[in-house]
């Protein structure tokens, strides 16, 4: 079993930047791939980027590639999301995710994802 607790989240002016952070617990997780996913008010959740177990490999969603990066320390099973840049559409509830399966490459799936963390908001003002 998997444990995510997500913090980080707040109020910030358009432009600047977040750094949120996903603690896990449970020794599986240095096996998993995990994803950052999130979802604005009236919205799906949406996929914002992935790390892959090793932490050498991420991928991006195209509308954030350039301001975002992920990071992995396996010495404290986390996994931070830095936002730069944020605008408004940049606002919402975001979510750290494992990967159900274990040693794989990763996914941009809602449905790949097992383990969920409860969510941290995030709300850029303009």
């Known amino acids: 079993q998997v444990q995510l607790v997500e913090s980080g989240g707040g109020l910030v002016q358009a432009g600047g930047s977040l750094r949120l952070s996903c603690v896990a617990s449970g020794r599986s997780f240095s096996t998993r791939a995990v994803g950052w996913f999130r979802q604005a008010p009236g919205k799906e959740r949406e996929f914002v980027g992935g790390i892959s177990a090793s932490g050498v490999r991420t991928w991006y969603a195209d509308s954030v590639r350039g301001r975002i990066s992920i990071s992995r320390d396996g010495a404290k099973n986390t996994v931070h999301l830095q936002i730069n840049s944020l605008n408004s559409e940049d606002t919402g509830v975001y979510y750290c995710?494992?990967?159900?399966?274990?040693?794989?490459?990763?996914?941009?799936?809602?449905?790949?994802?097992?383990?969920w963390g409860q969510g941290t908001q995030v709300t850029v003002s303009s």
């Open positions: 995710a494992a990967h159900r399966n274990q040693y794989t490459l990763g996914s941009t799936a809602n449905d790949d994802f097992g383990y």
